[in-house]
Structures are given as C-alpha cells and as structure tokens.
C-alpha cells in the first residue's frame, strides 16, 4: 500500500495548480473502519485531491459511520449535507434494482469477472446516479463472498431458523429463501450485533470479518464466491459542477488511481484476510457440495427475481457482460 500511497501523492504533485484564491474543507463520510482497505483508499484518494488541488479543496475522510450513519450516507450527500462520501452500492437496490447488479449470486465470481460485469454496468448506474443529482467517481470491489456461522452447515435445510446479518436486498433476501431470519445491521455495529448474538451468521468477505475480528463470535467461514459487491465514491453534482476544469481534472485523476489501487488492494487483501481468519482459530474452507447445490438453486430463483425487477436495463447488462466472456 505505501507505493501505491506514493504513486497517489507523486501524480497528486505533478499535476498541482497555484495556491487557491479560496480554499474549501470536504467531508467525506465512510461506513467502515479506517482499518478497512476500502477507508484506506478512500483516505489516499482525500491526500491526493487535497494535494493536487494544492489545498483548493481539502478532503476530510470521517470512517465508521462517525459523521453519518452508512445507511445515510447517499442522502446525505444528495440534500447537500456533505459533498463527497462512500456507500455500498448494492445497498439501493431497493430503491432502483440496477443497484443491485453486483449482488445477483453467482454470476461474477472472480475478480477479472467482476470488472466485466462493471464495465457493462458502469453506463447505466452512472445514468441512474446523475438524474439523483449525484456524479460517480470512482468503485472499488470487495472479496469474493462467503458464510460465515457459529455452528458447521452442511446443507441449505439446516440454515433455518438461524439470525442472519443483512446488509443490502440481496442478502435479505437470501435469508428468506433458505429460511433463515434477517437483521439489518450496519457495519459499525456488526461486532458488537455478532457478540450480542443480535445476529449469528452472515454473508461477506473474509476482509470483513478480519476487520471485525468475528473468531471472536463465529467458527466458520464457507468459502462460496457468491458475488463481489462493490463500494463508491460519489460526489454531490451540483458541487462537482460548481469546480473549476482544472480542479475537475485532479479529482477524476486522483479517482481513477483510488480505483487502480483499490482493486489492487482488493486482490492481495483476499488471501491475506483468509489466513487471517484462519490464524484467529476459524474454520475456513469450501462449502460441502450439498451446501453449494443448495445455493446454487437460491441464486438461480434470485437472479429471475432481479432481471424481472430490474427490466431491460438488467436484462441489457447482463447481455453486454455475458458478451464478453
């Protein structure tokens, strides 16, 4: 990380402009832990801008949920609360199902995947975002998903009934299909919820749980590769169109290197988590071959359920994606 952290702030200095005539402070709102590569990146991209910019503008990065609540975080930005911050963006699919396109299950699973599925997505999220007032900068994807419980499952049938951490539709939704019993819990929450046993499984990547340090509540973590969600930055439109081109052009700049360093960082950070979990006394392995029949049925009833909610827009996705396979 540091010599992408160099090559952030080296390109940060080359393209520096002269000393603002007005200089401005940017809250940056996270909902993850500053440890988190995703917060990490997030505060590169802050130095690089505020560098660039040669102090112009100024980027603040708050992790955590500590200024505003993850669940808030787009809002906030649309009402003009903040001008800048970070969110999942499969946490909107409830209000426009396009958001959801990175959670369909088990349709990219690897990282090279992962990008084409974002390539053909990237026209039309940046089209639904700008009639919300709102310019994407940059996204960055998470590890491939797995379960994690507190107990060994070997099949579907023997999820019912357990407390399950959901953080956007998809996983909600998962919960209902295998019976299982939906909790909506934010991320800064989630190691105390999994303590409390508010809830007592989860789906998400081994980065999260070596972030949240989860051997201390849960046992095992089922290696599935569900789908890659992907976390954005996106920016106020009406603030990035009040910037000067000048300033405009650093920022996506800088954007585009966080991007770069933030898929790098994903890839090294998915085997480094695994040993991880592994090293804090959890069971990591490969789900039994019921388990993934199991889930493979899930994912193909939820993967209908998302091309009907979703229309021509997903259905014109998934076409383009599967297009370059």
Known sequence: MKTLTNLLTATALTTAIASPAFAET????????????????AAEFGKCVTTGT????????????SLIAGNDIKRAIQTGQVPIGERLMSAHQNENAVFGFDSIPFLATSFDDSAKLWEAAKPTLEKVLADQDLTLLYTVPW???????????????????????AYNAATARLAELTGMLPVQIEAAELS????????????SSAATGYDSKLWESLNYFYEVDAWLPRNYIMVNSGVWDGLSEENRGIITGCAELAEYAGNWRAREYTGFTLQGLRD????VEPASDALKAGLQEIGATMTEEWLAAAGEDGAAIVEAYRAMK
């Open 54 to 65: 040669g102090g112009d503008i100024t980027i603040a990065t708050h992790p955590s949920g």
């Open 143 to 165: 590890p491939p998903q797995g379960i994690y419980f507190k107990a060994p499952i070997a099949s579907v049938d023997e999820m019912s009934g357990i407390k399950f951490r």
């Open 26 to 41: 940017w809250d940056m709102p996270l909902a993850y832990p500053a440890t988190n590569f995703h917060s990490a990146v």
């Open 192 to 203: 105390q919820a999994l303590a409390t046993g508010v809830a007592d499984s989860m789906i």
């Open 280 to 283: 804090g006394g959890m069971t």
